[in-house]
């Protein structure tokens, strides 16, 4: 990995404008475009399948539930380790986040006492879960999960909100069906993850398109300028929730200019709030796309997330990769995963725990997304170990990302 963090190290830490964007070859790699008689009308990721298995996840999640146990076992000082890979963040803010530490630790805790092995193999657990990949599935074929990009149709994404059902039936099955509290919660747990971690990968594929789009000529990717606008307004149609009917009928009334707008709103978001906690850095490097630049922070070559920050309390841009600690976002972010289970189990009354589980998931839930673009860099330029580092703490079993 030397020559390569080397190469790296040295585009963060050249302070001129954007880093080589890379090589445009690399799109159509990835990115199929589909055509009806000579009409660009969809884009899909070929790295993206139909096939859909529950087991991948309940793969990741039992090993990493025994993994982690083992080193809670085997580790006197675990609980202080806990502490001081959080300590920046949840010191940072004063009693607060001081509390929000001790919710982590006790989260932990309790996920000591699990017998992992027992819920896994409990049969309520694998008929709730059996049925939910049978739902969860069937709900997939109504959405072709290899497309990333629908130009022709202004609700293709809006329409198709499909695993929101598959869940809420699995939850009130689990409810009726397990009746020990281990069970039960992990069940939750997995059945709400599961669906958001299949819905996320479009959004990060979507991500890796927009590295493309914004750094290369239009004419170079095989598309014109009105069919990367198009494409533009299907990936923030596709971002639309549910219930913003209001904001759908606005992409549907201004559909060629609808998404280039978000896009810039979103590029000036970013611009201000790096501009705004540009002091904290000791130097600033290249900007590898509209998301992310080189920095040096706290004597650390890192990459800095400008769209999202921190965390809900900490709202100064997330660090996406650190040059010579390539491993650390990853575990925080396993730890804090694992403690949104943990935080269930604690005898405390549910809006608290809401509240702490929302506060582990601001760390790294629309980070490790918006990190697409990031890959996308990586990926334009070859550089296939950053490409694994952020492969690995994207934690989402589901997405391959690598193409056959």
């Given at each position: 990995m030397g020559a390569l963090k080397s190469s790296i190290l040295a585009i963060l830490l050249v302070s001129t404008s954007f880093a080589n964007a890379g090589d445009v070859d690399a799109f159509s790699k990835r990115f199929e475009l589909i055509k009806e008689e000579g009409k660009l009308i969809a884009i899909r990721d070929r790295s993206l399948s139909f096939k859909f298995s529950i087991k991948p996840y309940l793969k990741f999640i039992k090993e990493t539930l025994l993994e982690e146990q083992r080193l809670m076992n085997s580790?006197?000082?675990?609980?202080?380790?806990?502490?001081?890979?959080?300590?920046?963040?949840?010191?940072?803010?004063?009693?607060?986040?001081?509390?929000?530490?001790?919710?982590?630790?006790?989260?932990?805790?309790?996920?000591?006492?699990?017998?992992?092995?027992?819920?896994?193999?409990?049969?309520?657990?694998?008929?709730?879960?059996?049925?939910?990949?049978?739902?969860l599935g069937d709900a997939m074929l109504k959405l072709d999960p290899r497309v990333v990009a629908r130009l022709d149709n202004p609700t293709f994404f809006?329409?198709?909100?499909?695993?929101?059902?598959?869940?809420?039936?699995?939850?009130?099955?689990?409810?009726?069906?397990?009746?020990?509290?281990?069970?039960?919660?992990?069940?939750?747990?997995?059945?709400?993850?599961?669906?958001?971690?299949?819905?996320?990968?479009?959004?990060?594929?979507?991500?890796?398109?927009?590295?493309?789009?914004?750094?290369?000529?239009?004419?170079?990717?095989?598309?014109?300028?009105?069919e990367v606008n198009l494409t533009w307004s299907s990936i923030y149609e596709s971002r639309i929730p549910w219930y913003a009917f209001w904001e759908s009928t606005a992409a549907k009334n201004n559909w060629n200019k609808y998404g280039v707008g978000k896009f810039f709103q979103g590029v000036r978001t970013a611009n201000t709030r790096f501009r705004n906690n540009q002091s904290n850095y000791s130097r600033v490097?290249?900007?590898f796309n509209f998301a992310f630049r080189g920095a040096t922070y706290k004597g650390d070559d890192i990459i800095v997330n400008m769209v999202d920050s921190q965390n809900q309390f900490n709202k100064k841009p997330a660090i996406a990769y650190y040059v010579h600690k390539p491993t650390k976002i990853k575990r925080t972010r396993i730890i804090l995963q694992l403690a949104g289970l943990g935080v269930s189990f604690i005898p405390l009354p549910s809006?608290?725990?809401?509240?702490?589980?929302?506060?582990?998931?601001?760390?790294?839930?629309?980070?490790?997304?918006?990190?697409?673009?990031?890959?996308?860099?990586?990926?334009?330029?070859?550089?296939?170990?950053?490409?694994?580092?952020?492969?690995?703490?994207?934690?989402?079993?589901?997405?391959?990302?690598?193409?056959?």
């Open positions: 580790k006197a000082d675990y609980n202080s380790e806990l502490e001081e890979l959080f300590a920046e963040e949840f010191h940072d803010k004063g009693d607060t986040n001081n509390q929000n530490i001790q919710y982590l630790v006790r989260s932990m805790e309790e996920l000591k006492k699990i017998d992992v092995e027992k819920v896994f193999n409990d049969p309520g657990f694998k008929e709730v879960v059996e049925k939910f990949e049978s739902k809006y329409k198709r909100a499909v695993g929101y059902q598959a869940v809420k039936w699995a939850l009130n099955f689990a409810k009726n069906r397990l009746s020990t509290i281990p069970v039960l919660n992990t069940a939750t747990y997995i059945i709400v993850k599961v669906e958001k971690l299949i819905r996320e990968r479009r959004l990060f594929h979507q991500n890796m398109m927009m590295h493309y789009f914004e750094n290369f000529n239009e004419t170079d990717l095989g598309m014109t300028h009105e490097g290249r900007r809006f608290v725990k809401n509240i702490a589980s929302g506060y582990f998931k601001s760390f790294y839930e629309t980070q490790k997304i918006s990190e697409g673009a990031l890959y996308g860099y990586f990926e334009s330029n070859g550089a296939k170990e950053d490409m694994a580092i952020l492969r690995d703490q994207y934690l989402n079993p589901f997405d391959k990302l690598t193409l056959n």
